[in-house]
């Protein structure tokens, strides 16, 4: 131990205790100071003008606070006059104070009595100079953007909390005991804080055009949200000036808001030009509710529609859509400015560089985590020897054992000396309790416990059984007889808490320790069962998690008889009783202290503590667990002691109660906390009377707490003038499993009585003990916890691993051998053999010499010298961030020192660790005072993160605030720390404000892909290592067409489908061809061939009659889902014309949907409109007020159709002439419109109808929007061209009646049905409780044979699962669910046909997905991603995969780009340009490699070849093609390709109130929009939830994080999200967001 006195300071004198910190009172202020004082400028403001110029910038909304009105402490004031405290810090005028201010400051005396006691300033100037540091570089970070409506909602159960609440708590400031440390005759002087106040420019107001701006939006209203900004470490600059701000006057001002301005111009150019249109064809409801199916898009007025980047365009675009003349301008920055701001902050990372390590292997990050730092400290001593204390002597006298104390002290002549006082709320001694009533009241219940149980005769307890003791806090009277009743009977006590609800914090716990340890007798008093919740009958309640008990009341038993004999004494090594600890994930043990350890701690603390018969203690601390339960339960009865009890409730009202027991009972004992010594000190006016000089040992029971330092210096130099000794100060350390550690022992001097070590964090973070300067700021000052207790011996170790012994100067977790220790957890062998039989090794694994075994006491430290014990920490409350480990209550201590008189309500905050992405993230929870504003708040949390960032050098993950009472608490009234971390994890904790520093805390994210543009492998050499790796070219053709439909083929029917349908109605003219059914599930219209035929010409003749239709005019036809679209399609084509079908507008949303209309109307040249009377109605409507005003094409109504037949059907000269328009809108936004030629429309009916095997006797069942894609081609084309009869069932019908389609289906015996994803959800959710009524109604499945959902994206494997199992009751084959694809390029590429193999699933990984590359992994693996194929490939189809941008073909092992080859690809795109020559990429595309003479056409969505197993129709092996996601969506973040659904599916899964979610990138910032099915209030849970879950899923950060209401995520016709079109509502700030979270 010699190789400490180096570093170790060793305080000799006890007279002359100084602390290195200074204690600082934070006096009370009043609000209109505040008001008054608002341009009061501090003293340490900065003087220089860029300095004040930041200055101003970055504390705009806190000047009109109370900053600069701080009062000002009188210098060199003693700590006894306190009573200056309750004075106003406003400078105080001459004259006497008017009877208004008097009674405010009696008012505000009484607040601030209540709360100085919460709150301490251990590192006040430590963090002051830290946050100076900053404060000459500020930044400027955006706050949060909350509606108005969540500053003010709260919880429902948050109403009924008292802020003033009778059970708040105990040790209520995780940092009570956390204090300052000058004492009252140091002279300390209070500085006064320094806030620094920024002057934030407001961004521009939203140019409206619709009226003014939305209150809650997200930026929209800033007298509700004020931009407020945050300091960060990275320099960036302040958010565009508008031009009528008049708040810079100076020329160095106007200099920095032009460069600023040219800043935000070079961003703006980025940015104007957006590259893909939003979704316009497609209605939208009002309201927050989420509106129908497919009625979720343009929703946002005045976005862009167009994608089109040429100025010409620009202004087309802007009138077409009645869009303001400066929409372009200041409206849309009001999100983007914080966005730009967050992105200013990253532009130099804040750490060095991460180490090079692998891609894609998880253990790299685990390196990454864990960094060996070269310079990190490294321990240099000896490796240590056991530290032994002296031989224990037992006191002569003392008794043979506890339960015999009892007897000799009750029965003796000094049977009326009183063993326990209870103080009550009046300070009254109301209840006391002699050792004569002690021995019979313990007899008496020991007696009923073993014979009569109560009376009742409900069955016998037996010696050795385990029983629980439930008694209040306030009465340890009932308590003490019942555990000495409960150790003469030879039952095995078990102590907890008062269950005061089912909702109690850590209950089930409890119940789970009672369980395990066989309790089925509960021992309570009269008063404490009355308490405890009951049912209607009168019956205990069943708490969650706890057995049956018999609850035995122990108040009134019957006297035993006088031949009853207290049953034998047990043996030694049997429990005594079973004290309780919790781990640091809240689970419960119990630990098993036998009768010989409870015997030989009671003899060792006699022995180190000096106690003697008769003497007066005085205990504040829970007497049923720990140090309250040895000292003041056990070693005051075997000693013959009395006790007086303070319950805590009495200590909340009157801090200073046990310093007058002590004085008026001369007491020479008190067992308190360091929380104890600080209320202590702010009882000011109860000093006066307080006399301690009858004070021998004052028993800190936390003095293993560092805070536990300032409280003992503080309260010793104020109480030493009132006779309280220097050596009278005693810590301990304890810990439920190795009962006391250690204690000072009282009254001993000497060299080495006292230790005091001013001590390196950064040393202690590495595990090292290591010497520091008193004034450094990341220095920490500990005392020691005395000395080793008699006959025992401790050893530290290593924490991790293999029980290595530490060396002299490194950091262990502590270990006991003795006597005096537990003996093991209760039920529980492998944790008991890791816990209570340690055998420490020495460096070269060999054992020490001796065979004790240790015991852990969970506590961290090192030993000084002369045996002296120093802890700097626990495990539980241990740390381990970047291979560094930090301590929970040194971050606590350093978060209170931030303005916490302000901020934390009582000092209540919580702090841990959860582990993301293979490392821990530390998360501070605190509570904030009722009346902090949101910009205090999140000003208050800057400051946190720079000043535990510059004291302890690691960042925070998450910052929280809750409101008031608004953390679990334990039965005392302290916070619950797992319950409250459980709570934060599940996101139910409900926090007021959160902020989330993901880019500086993550230090461990994968390497960056790197694009070697240097060495360029060009896509022939890529081809070429495929080839000689083995690899297949990624190649698959459906079946040829060449020969096929021979017996049916074109001579039996015409070439074009116009002619089709007049030669069925020639042949087959009764054939019933079209059904159309009602929501009720009626026959609504059906048709004939014949009747079809007659429509279409009657539409044909209104066309040539009134129309005046010329051959190629393009009509629109705008009807809803019916059999009217139909026959008006063939009229079209019956005359010549080129059909557009256009969804009608809706009639509850107007304004965008006729908007819509005439979009798509005016793109598509249409010339005439065919509608019917009622669709005609709502465009002609006055709503049309919304209209950009311009007038309609002609519009004819087919209603009333002339009874006339055509002369002559047009007949199309060649198979290439456009037959059709198909406008729609990509999964990207883009709405494009595709030219489908006769030729293409006839080879797509005749591929589906091979791979289908569709025939006239076959019924089809459609539910599909008849408007674009394949969804129009089986509503239009496929049943006139097959021949089959096709069962019509919009859409909209289902979603009033969800077993519509399958009903129909059933009905109908349908083989082979149609639907969208968005139908298939509707039937899983609405008609998941229905199935056995479905059954009862006859609805049977098992005859569809087909059951293909129609998407433009990657099958939802997660949604046809569930479909396939839920409706597997009505008879529907797993095997019948599939998918199909298709896009613009080709409406059809890929459809289950009735003889295809079953749909294969494959597992891929998913870090490989991000670098283009396929590999298939098993089932369950890490990072595994299902995929289902999107259908067999057509007849007729040929697909490649190739890179999108070498344009070479790909390997099945790469993710390329799907090129498409078949007849019925589109011709092209149809714009108002005419022919684009931009697209013609998109349908002659040419491979590089390979077959470079055949043309394809680029579907734009990124998918892989897989050949199975499986063998086709033509005996050729199966090549599945998967689909992973459209190019143009995926996010490149960090060179790495990301696909928006995997993201989504991740963040989908977080929370149980998200109901929709989607993602996009701006700027390089992941933008993560969800929607909230709760209440407001639970918004911000989400936030934390989702930053975790995407970060350790997907290893990249969320930049942004929006919630919305349900319905604003837009949504198509089939059921997939628009997420560029909410891209663009994000950032024209028309989203009205519930809160948005921008990420550090």
Request: glycine content about 8%; proline content about 7%; some cysteine.
């Amino acid at each position: 131990m010699t190789t400490m006195t180096a570093w170790m300071k060793i305080r000799r004198s006890r007279g002359k205790r100084n602390s290195t910190m200074t204690f600082q009172m934070v006096t009370s202020r009043r609000k209109d100071t505040r008001k008054r004082k608002r341009d009061f400028s501090s003293p340490m403001s900065p003087r220089d003008p860029s300095q004040a110029s930041h200055h101003a910038a970055l504390h705009a909304h806190q000047q009109s606070g109370g900053a600069s009105s701080r009062c000002r402490r009188s210098e060199h004031r003693s700590v006894t006059t306190h009573e200056r405290r309750y004075l106003s810090g406003a400078p105080q005028a001459g004259g006497a104070a008017s009877p208004s201010t008097r009674s405010r400051r009696r008012a505000q005396r009484r607040l601030t009595r209540n709360e100085s006691r919460y709150h301490s300033e251990v590192r006040q100037e430590a963090v002051k100079e830290a946050l100076a540091q900053y404060q000459s570089r500020p930044k400027n970070l955006p706050l949060p953007s909350k509606r108005s409506s969540v500053m003010t909602a709260r919880s429902p159960d948050r109403h009924h909390r008292d802020s003033d609440s009778e059970d708040s708590d105990e040790d209520s400031v995780t940092a009570e005991g956390s204090l300052g440390s000058s004492g009252g005759h140091s002279g300390s002087q209070g500085t006064p804080e320094v806030t620094r106040t920024p002057l934030l420019l407001p961004p521009p107001q939203v140019p409206s055009h619709s009226g003014m701006g939305t209150p809650g939006s997200s930026s929209g209203s800033s007298h509700h949200t004020p931009p407020h900004p945050m300091q960060q470490k990275q320099q960036q600059p302040l958010p565009p000036i508008p031009p009528h701000s008049n708040r810079l006057s100076n020329g160095e001002d106007d200099e920095r808001t032009r460069r600023e301005l040219s800043e935000m111009t070079d961003l703006m150019r980025n940015i104007t030009s957006f590259p893909q249109p939003p979704d316009v064809t497609n209605n939208t409801g009002g309201g927050n509710n989420r509106p129908p199916r497919d009625d979720r898009i343009t929703r946002y007025s005045g976005l862009a529609p167009g994608r089109q980047s040429s100025s010409d365009s620009d202004g087309w675009r802007d009138a077409l859509y009645n869009f303001p003349e400066n929409w372009r301008g200041t409206g849309r920055w009001k999100v983007s400015n914080k966005i730009q701001q967050l992105l200013n902050t990253l532009k130099r990372p804040k750490r060095r560089p991460l180490p090079e390590f692998y891609l894609d292997d998880e253990e790299d990050l685990e390196i990454a985590a864990n960094p060996k730092d070269p310079n990190a400290p490294k321990p240099e001593g000896m490796v240590m020897t056991p530290a032994r204390g002296e031989q224990l002597v037992i006191p002569a006298g003392l008794p043979r054992s506890v339960e015999d104390a009892v007897y000799r002290y009750g029965s003796s002549s000094g049977y009326k000396a009183p063993v326990a006082t209870i103080l009550d709320a009046n300070g009254k001694l109301s209840v006391s309790l002699t050792y004569g009533k002690l021995l019979s009241r313990s007899q008496k219940m020991a007696y009923n416990l073993l014979t009569r149980l109560g009376g009742r005769g409900e069955g016998n307890v037996m010696p050795g059984d385990r029983v629980a003791l439930v008694y209040p806090n306030n009465d340890p009277v009932s308590f003490m007889c019942a555990f000495y009743a409960c150790l003469q009977a030879g039952l095995v006590p078990v102590p907890i808490e008062v269950p005061l609800s089912r909702r109690d914090a850590g209950s089930q716990q409890i119940g789970f320790l009672l369980g395990s340890c066989g309790v089925s007798v509960a021992l309570t008093s009269e008063a404490c069962f009355k308490g405890i919740p009951k049912t209607s009958a009168g019956e205990v309640v069943s708490f969650k998690g706890w057995p049956k008990l018999t609850w035995f009341i122990t108040d009134h038993l019957p006297k035993p008889p006088k031949d009853w004999q207290i049953p034998p004494r047990h043996s030694d090594d049997s429990a005594a009783y079973i004290e309780y600890s919790t781990d640091k994930d809240g689970s419960v043990k119990g630990v098993v202290v036998t009768r010989s350890a409870m015997l030989a701690h009671c003899r060792t603390l006699t022995s180190a503590c000096n106690y003697t018969e008769g003497e007066v203690a005085v205990c504040v601390l829970d007497f049923k667990r720990e140090v309250g339960l040895w000292h003041s339960m056990l070693c005051s009865v075997f000693n013959g002691m009395h006790v007086i009890f303070i319950p805590y409730s009495v200590m909340k009202v009157n801090p200073a109660s046990w310093m007058q027991m002590i004085t008026r009972f001369k007491a020479s004992i008190a067992i308190v906390k360091s929380r104890d010594l600080h209320w202590g000190l702010l009882a000011t006016k109860d000093h006066k009377d307080v006399s301690l000089q009858s004070l021998r040992l004052l028993l800190v029971a936390d003095g293993a707490n560092p805070w536990s330092l300032s409280s003992c210096d503080q309260f010793l130099a104020v109480f030493q003038s009132k006779g309280l000794r220097p050596d009278a100060i005693c810590p301990c350390a304890s810990s439920p499993e190795a009962l006391t550690v250690s204690v000072r022992r009282p009254g001993h001097g000497g060299a080495n009585a006292v230790g005091r070590g001013v001590l390196s964090m950064q040393g202690l973070s590495f595990g090292v003990v290591r010497v520091d300067q008193e004034n450094s700021l990341t220095s920490l000052t500990l005392q020691d916890c005395g000395q080793v207790l008699p006959g025992a011996m401790i050893v530290v170790i290593k924490l991790e691993g293999v029980p290595f012994l530490c060396r002299t100067d490194e950091v262990g977790e502590i270990c006991v051998a003795g006597g005096a220790v537990g003996d093991q957890y209760w039920g529980l062998q492998g944790m008991t053999n890791n816990t209570f039989k340690v055998q420490p090794l020495l460096l070269d694994s060999t054992p020490m010499n001796g065979t004790s075994t240790y015991v852990r006491t969970g506590l961290l430290g090192f030993l000084g010298p002369g045996g002296l014990v120093f802890v700097c920490g626990s495990r539980d409350g241990l740390m381990t961030v970047t291979g560094r480990k930090h301590n929970t209550d040194d971050i606590i201590a350093t978060v209170l020192a931030v303005e916490p008189m302000k901020f934390i309500y009582r000092g209540r905050i919580a702090v841990f660790s959860h582990k993301v992405l293979r490392d821990e993230r530390i998360c501070v929870i605190a509570e904030q005072r009722p009346d902090c504003s949101e910009e205090e708040s999140f000003q208050w949390m800057s400051r946190v993160l720079q000043a535990v960032d510059s004291i302890h050098q690691v960042g925070i993950y998450c910052l929280a605030l809750v409101p008031p009472n608004h953390l679990p608490k334990t039965p005392l009234g302290g916070i619950h720390l797992s319950e409250t971390r459980k709570k934060f994890l599940e996101g139910s904790l409900h926090p007021a404000n959160v902020l989330m520093c993901p880019h500086t805390c993550v230090t461990n994210l994968p390497k960056p892909r790197e694009v070697h543009h240097g060495n360029y492998v060009g896509p022939a050499s890529v081809m070429v290592g495929n080839l000689v790796q083995g690899n297949r070219l990624a190649s698959a053709q459906g079946r040829d067409m060449g020969l096929m439909d021979d017996e049916d083929g074109m001579r039996r029917h015409p070439q074009f489908i116009a002619d089709i349908l007049k030669w069925r109605a020639s042949t087959t003219e009764n054939h019933e061809i079209l059904t159309l059914l009602n929501s009720k599930g009626q026959v609504a219209t059906s048709l004939t061939c014949a009747q079809l035929h007659k429509k279409a010409e009657r539409v044909g003749c209104l066309l040539l009659e009134k129309g005046h239709i010329n051959t190629g005019d393009h009509v629109a036809l705008i009807y809803p889902p019916g059999v009217d679209l139909i026959a008006a399609f063939y009229g079209c084509l019956y005359v010549g014309a080129v059909p557009v079908t256009i969804r009608p507008p809706h009639p509850q949303n107007l304004q965008s949907t006729v908007n819509t209309v005439r979009t798509v109307v005016d793109v598509s040249k249409s010339s005439i409109i065919l509608s019917t009377l009622t669709v005609i109605k709502l465009l002609k409507s006055k709503e049309e007020k919304f209209d950009s005003g311009k007038k309609w094409a002609p519009i004819l109504d087919t209603d009333d159709l002339p009874k006339k037949r055509l002369p002559s059907i047009y007949k199309a000269p060649t198979p290439e002439m456009i037959a059709y328009l198909d406008f729609s809108v990509s999964t990207t936004g883009m709405l494009a419109g595709i030219k489908m030629s006769h030729g293409a429309a006839t080879s797509l009916c005749l591929s589906m109808k091979v791979a289908c095997e569709l025939y006239p006797s076959r019924v089809v069942a459609l539910c599909l929007d008849p408007y674009c894609g394949l969804g129009l081609a089986l509503w239009v084309l496929s049943s006139v061209y097959s021949g089959h009869q096709s069962i019509l069932i919009p859409p909209g019908e289902v979603e009033l009646n969800p077993s519509l389609w399958l009903s129909a289906v059933s009905q109908y015996k349908v083989r082979d049905t149609f639907c969208s994803y968005g139908v298939m959800e509707l039937c899983t959710k609405g008609l998941g409780s229905s199935i056995t009524a479905l059954k009862q109604r006859g609805v049977n499945l098992s005859c569809v044979r087909t059951c293909v959902v129609v998407a433009e994206e990657r099958p939802r494997v997660q949604l046809t699962s569930s479909f396939s199992k839920l409706f597997s009751g009505l008879g529907l084959s797993p095997r019948a669910v599939s998918t199909s694809f298709g896009c613009r390029v080709n409406v059809a590429i890929c459809l289950q046909g009735a003889s295809s193999p079953d749909p294969t699933t494959v597992f891929v990984d998913l870090r490989s997905l991000r670098h283009d590359r396929v590999t298939l992994v098993e089932r369950g693996a890490p990072h595994s991603l299902c995929l289902m194929e999107s259908g067999k490939l057509l007849p007729g189809v040929k697909v490649v995969i190739a890179n999108p941008d070498t344009k070479g073909q790909c390997s099945d092992s790469h993710l390329g780009e799907i090129w498409v080859q078949c007849n019925h690809n589109a011709s092209g795109y149809f714009t108002v340009y005419g022919d684009d020559g931009t697209s013609n990429d998109h349908f002659n595309a040419q491979l590089v490699t390979g077959s470079t003479g055949e043309v394809y056409a680029r579907t734009g969505y990124l998918g892989f070849l897989r050949r199975t197993e499986s063998v086709q129709a033509d005996g050729e092996l199966h090549d599945a093609v998967f689909v992973v996601g459209a190019l143009d969506e995926t996010v490149i973040l960090r060179g790495m390709r990301y696909h928006p659904i995997d993201i989504e599916m991740t963040v989908m899964r977080c929370h149980k109130k998200i109901s929709e979610c989607a993602v996009f990138s701006w700027t390089n910032l992941l933008v993560v929009v969800v929607e909230l099915d709760g209440a407001e209030y639970e918004a911000l849970d989400l936030v934390p939830l989702i930053t975790s879950s995407v970060l350790e899923e997907h290893q990249v950060i969320v930049g942004v994080i929006v919630v919305v209401d349900p319905g604003v995520v837009p949504i198509n016709s089939r059921g997939e999200k628009q997420r560029m079109h909410l891209r663009d509502g994000f950032l024209a700030d028309q989203l009205d967001p519930i809160y948005v979270a921008y990420n550090m």
